[in-house]
């Protein structure tokens, strides 16, 4: 995608690996990012006056909040920011909640890196989804 060098994903996940994988990934393809160990880390950071980014990606399973929790309250806050979901289980109740939750995809993990960057890029424009349980 062109011009995502001034597009911020904010990265919310308690894995450090993936944390780290995906940092580095979406650097390295040209995209800004801020990156969160865990749910209540990235509402504090938001109480504190940061940007939400222009598409959040999320984990699903965290154990200070979950990603449906995590969608929810954000919304409540009226923050409308696009939001990708990763999951280990992409086809369960709670990857159905967070799609029902306004979740544009659920992505499992691992997940292919193109079909990351595809995704979050179409979030983003908010088009059609492809690949993930979003499927329509």
């Known amino acids: 995608m062109e011009h995502t060098d001034r597009l911020l994903v904010a990265v919310i996940d308690d894995d450090n690996a993936v944390r780290?994988?995906?940092?580095?990934?979406?650097?390295?393809?040209g995209w800004r990012t801020a990156i969160y160990p865990g749910s209540r880390t990235f509402m504090e950071a938001l109480a504190g006056g940061?940007?939400?980014g222009h598409v959040m990606l999320l984990d699903l399973h965290m154990p200070d909040m979950n990603g449906v929790e995590l969608l929810l309250a954000v919304r409540r806050l009226g923050i409308r920011v696009p939001a990708v979901v990763l999951s280990a289980d992409p086809q369960g109740e709670l990857a159905r909640r967070a799609l029902l939750a306004g979740a544009h995809t659920v992505l499992g993990k691992p997940f292919d890196s193109e079909l990351l960057l595809r995704t979050?890029?179409?979030?983003?424009?908010?088009?059609?989804?492809?690949g993930g349980t979003g499927n329509p």
């Not at 780290?20 to 393809?29: E, K, M, R």
């Not at 979050?120 to 492809?130: D, E, F, V």
Request: proline share 8%; net charge positive; no cysteine.
């Open 20 to 29: 780290t994988s995906v940092g580095f990934l979406l650097a390295s393809s």
């Open 50 to 52: 940061a940007r939400p």
């Open 120 to 130: 979050l890029a179409q979030a983003y424009l908010r088009l059609p989804r492809t």
